[in-house]
């Protein structure tokens, strides 16, 4: 239940609990919300999550952003998801579609996604669904470990069918090294080598 509780923590961006529900603020003026409606409701028959982008809207509002900024902002965000579902494929969830836009915010970047897809894809479990990795991989990048960098690691313990757990276990245990003054790619090379030994010592 605490790997559930945080990663949905993770998932969710600073405004998402302002969004309780679909509605865009009546802050705004008339134009703008019809806009940003049509925006939404374009993203929803395109198969995109909306709870986002009325999250999105409303984080706008409440951080005191002019109409013009908030509509950017939801179309940037529709923008990033509807690349990630491209790069991740026609089966991904919307779950999926927003860790992976969350982590095209934070600098990885769609052929990062592509591979990640790809590094499941070798794994024993091809349906394994990759919300954990995704966030765990925007996590990092957010904390200043260089993307190219961890995407290298998070895709190649991907590969390695490494269980979401262990996953988030990584991004602790790599954090705490960054903390300790540690390097982002001896910190990374460490706690990857380290997770592949210990499932290679498991193996029957």
Known sequence: MKRVALVALLLVGPGSVLAQERTIPEK?????????????????????????LYSKAQEGVFRGADDARVI??????????????????????????????????????TTDLVRLRDARAKGA????????????????????????????????????NVPDGTLISF??????DLVNGRSPASALDARTRSIIDDAERRRP
């Open 171 to 176: 991004r602790q245990t790599v954090e705490r």
């Open 28 to 52: 705004l003026a008339a134009p703008a919300r019809a806009t940003l409606q049509r925006l939404i409701d374009s993203a929803g028959v395109a198969g995109l999550p909306v709870d986002p």
């Open 125 to 160: 479990n091809a349906d394994h669904r990759l919300t954990v990795a995704l966030v765990v991989l925007a996590d990092l990048a957010m904390r200043g470990v260089p993307p190219s960098l961890a995407a290298a690691s998070v895709n190649e313990l991907v590969a390695r």
């Open 72 to 109: 950017a902002a939801v179309q940037r965000l529709a923008r990033d998801m509807g690349d990630a579902r491209t790069a991740l494929g026609e089966r991904v969830t919307g779950e999926e579609i927003t860790a992976a836009a969350n982590a095209l915010r934070a600098g990885i970047t």
